[in-house]
């Protein structure tokens, strides 16, 4: 059973920053690989950013410079640090962790960031 809670979300206004977090409880472990999707109203759900277990990162070309996700391994917590928020990154954020061994994804319930003067 894998158990996934995020935190973190918000009102920023625009150039603010927010961090999430996400921690995995369970059956995690460091070879997992985690990351961050995001939904905005009326879209499909889109990457982030990944991370790998070795630290190896991959961000989506909207956030790249903007954003930085990092993790670790013994909290089995995932971050992305978010500057410079624009109103175009408004959306519920989910954090997701990937098992490779077995192709499987486990998600979040997805916290809300609202970037709005």
């Known amino acids: 059973q894998v158990h996934i809670v995020e935190s973190g979300g918000g009102l920023v206004q625009p150039g603010g920053s927010l961090t999430l977090s996400c921690t995995a409880s369970?059956?995690?472990?460091?070879?997992?690989?985690m990351g961050w999707y995001r939904q905005a109203p009326g879209k499909q759900r889109e990457l982030v950013a990944t991370?790998?277990?070795?630290?190896?990162?991959n961000y989506a070309d909207s956030v790249k410079g903007r954003f930085t996700i990092s993790r670790d391994n013994a909290k089995k917590t995932v971050y992305v640090q978010m500057n410079n928020l624009k109103p175009e990154d408004t959306a519920v954020y989910y954090c997701n962790v990937h098992n490779p061994l077995i192709n499987r994804d486990y998600w979040g319930q997805g916290t809300q960031v609202t970037v709005s003067s």
């Open positions: 369970g059956s995690i472990f460091s070879f997992h690989g």
């Open positions: 991370i790998t277990s070795g630290g190896t990162t």
